[in-house]
């Protein structure tokens, strides 16, 4: 199985910048992509951005240009940055790996960190 552990998270002033990260351990033959997702109080869980094995990305419109995704497949670790929060980035954020456990086998599964929270004051 694949687990997932988050890090990072905290609080800042609007304005800062944090860093997550995300390390995926356990039985593990490729990750195909990873995502940042991020659930407010009183919200559903939204992306906010992901990237795919080919490397390419995509942001949620609210974040873009100010987050980045980024990966290290030695480490099978995804990071997210983050700068010139806004209040209305408080959010607790998780990390999503889509995985293949066993070569020759294609199927994939979704596997998810257990949360880190990002508190961002004005």
């Known amino acids: 199985q694949v687990q997932l552990v988050e890090s990072g998270g905290g609080l800042v002033q609007a304005g800062g910048s944090l860093r997550l990260s995300c390390a995926a351990s356990g039985t593990i033959f490729s990750i195909n992509s990873w995502g940042w997702y991020r659930q407010a109080p009183g919200n559903q869980r939204d992306m906010v951005a992901a990237i795919q094995s080919g490397g390419s990305t995509a942001y949620a419109e609210s974040v873009k240009g100010r987050f980045t995704i980024s990966r290290d497949n030695a480490k099978n670790t995804v990071y997210l940055q983050m700068a010139s929060l806004k209040p209305e980035d408080t959010a607790v954020y998780y990390c999503?790996?889509?995985?293949?456990?066993?070569?020759?086998?294609?199927?994939?599964?979704?596997?998810w960190g257990q949360g880190t929270q990002v508190t961002v004051s004005s």
């Open positions: 999503r790996a889509r995985a293949q456990t066993r070569p020759y086998i294609t199927s994939e599964y979704n596997y």
